[in-house]
């Protein structure tokens, strides 16, 4: 993931699919001390990922969710919802809610596999519909859990 080393990534999804810290040492083999000292340093690292993709993108953030991996802000130049999530499937990523057309993009294959790749991974069911909806609206719907204000999404 390029952020974390691969025994951080290992504590941060397992902390994702909601275990305790004693349990995620048991898992791992280490003290439940030595999982609460790396959730600290993963933290910094999980924000610092996310703040940064924010002002390289120069994007307002609305909100942050370290244990998630997900960053919900604004874009001041194209007036639009923007995502940022991080995982272990794509790295990070920014995702611009809009209504693009994504038939002529080129990139709508690419964007749809690394959205049902995110899905997989954060737990979110799609019906076989939801798979062949537009990225745009795909995003949406594997995202809106995250947002604020979304409902039950």
């Known amino acids: 993931m390029g952020y974390m080393t691969g025994r951080e990534t290992d504590i941060w999804e397992l902390r994702r699919n909601r275990l305790n810290q004693s349990e995620i040492g048991r898992r791992l083999g280490i003290t439940r001390q030595a999982v609460h000292k790396a959730l600290g340093v993963i933290d910094s690292k999980v924000e610092r990922a996310l703040t940064e993709a924010a002002e390289t993108n120069r994007l307002e953030i609305r909100s942050l ?14 007036r639009i919802p923007v995502v940022v999530s ?7 990523k920014v995702w611009h809610l809009y209504e693009g057309d994504c038939a002529s ?10 959205l049902l790749d995110e899905a997989e991974e954060r737990d979110v069911e799609l019906t076989e519909g939801d798979r ?7 995003a949406l719907k594997i995202f809106s859990r995250y947002l604020e204000g979304a409902g039950d999404g």
């Open 65 to 78: 969710d370290l244990v998630e991996g997900f960053m919900e802000a604004y874009s001041p130049a194209y």
């Open 86 to 92: 991080l995982s272990r499937a794509n790295g990070l």
């Open 105 to 114: 993009c080129g990139y709508e294959r690419s964007c749809r596999r690394m």
């Open 132 to 138: 062949k909806i537009p990225p745009t609206h795909l």
